[in-house]
Structures are given as C-alpha cells and as structure tokens.
C-alpha cells in the first residue's frame, strides 16, 4: 500500500518563534527543518508522493528540488485547514498528515507507522511529551479531519483514532517547538541542511 503524506508548512517568517538559537536566522533554520522533514518523508518506502501545503516561496522552491514532492498553496485557513487542502489534493486513497518541524526523522521510523496504520481506519502519533500530535493517517480518503493544535493527541483520540504503537524513540514522535527540543533532535542525528546551520552556529559561538 502507498500512501499520500500531507506536511503542512507555515511561512518561514512566521514559523518557530520560539526557537531563537544564537548564530541562526530563524528563518533559515526554520526553512531546513521542514525541507529536511519532507525530503525524509519521501524517501519512505510506503509512501507514494510527499504533499506540501504552503504559501512560503522558498519553501515551494526547496520543494520542487526533492523528488517525489510536490507543493499546493495554503489556502490561509490555519493548520487544520493547510493539512485538509493537502488530503483533498491527494491521489492516493491511504493518506496521512505529519507535522513539518521533524528534522531528526528517518524514512524507515516512518515507513514503521505507515505499516502500523494499514491496520486501522484511522490513527494517529502523539509527539515525546504525549500532548500533541505528530502524525495522523487515514486508510480511507472519506474519513479524514485533522485535529491538530494544542492538545491533539487527547482530540484525536476522541475522534475516534487509534494510537499507534511507536515507541518515544522514533523519531517521527520528537517535533521541534523549542530550543531545548531542538538539542534533543540534534542529538538523534538531524537532516543535511538542519545539520549545516547548527554546526556552522556552534562554530560560530565557540570562536
């Protein structure tokens, strides 16, 4: 089974205003999260096109140099609204919406979810602290509706997804919102451009 995998992006001016690390532009650094989040995502196996929802130019650009990717405009109606446009722009009839704020991920973590939830109807990942959700996933396109935001995890849960079986060591589960979370996805090995700008910090700051 191939999926379609929704990753809803914000404007890179917008995103993350909570992660300001010395010797980084937060825009920058918010820009190579999520390129490293959705080149990761379609390099899975099970999945069969990566859907990106967003108005930010240099997003759109950096998607169109990752194969298998392909970006739609957000039509400006918050998360849930970004990551319903992507789900009825898909073409597969599994799909699923992530998070694009997960730089430490390896496409066998999410081909692992993607496995687990071939059994449910729909499903869901909660992040590390339990609270939000990562990941969501629906079997069959006519069930879909997203419940991300604050406390998710519990909103998904009341709707009637099934918590997937992944463990807090899967990397698709550690989203990065804070410095603190991003320490932690360095540690678990982040993407090449993620990678680049922390390294070319820390070089910075120890001079």
Not at 30 to 59: H, K, M, N
Not at 63 to 86: C, F, H, K, T, Y
Not at 129 to 136: C, H, P
Not at 156 to 176: E, Y
Request: proline share 5%; aromatic share 4%.
């Amino acid at each position: 089974m191939l999926w379609s995998v929704i990753i809803p992006v914000k404007t890179t001016q917008a995103a993350k205003t909570r992660l300001e690390l010395a010797g980084t532009d937060r825009p920058q650094l918010a820009l190579a999260i999520a390129l490293d989040t959705i080149a990761a995502a379609a390099r899975a196996e099970a999945v069969g096109e990566v859907v990106v929802v967003t108005s930010d130019a240099d997003v759109q650009a950096g998607v169109e140099q990752i194969e298998g990717a392909r970006w739609v405009s957000d039509p400006g109606m918050g998360l849930n609204g970004a990551a319903r446009a992507g789900l009825e722009r898909a073409t597969h009839d599994a799909r699923a919406a992530m998070l694009g704020d997960l730089p430490a991920l390896r496409s066998n973590d999410l081909d692992r979810a993607l496995l687990s939830a071939t059994a449910e109807e729909r499903s869901f990942v909660p992040d590390v602290e339990e609270t939000g959700s990562v990941f969501v996933a629906w079997r069959s396109p006519a069930t879909f509706e997203p419940h991300f935001g604050s406390g998710s995890a519990e909103k998904h849960a009341q709707a009637g997804h099934v918590r997937l079986p992944i463990p807090a060591t899967n990397t698709l589960r550690r989203d990065v919102d804070t410095v603190e979370h991003l320490h932690e996805a360095y540690e678990l090995g982040v993407g090449p451009r993620t990678a680049a700008l922390l390294n070319a910090a820390r070089a910075r700051t120890a001079a």
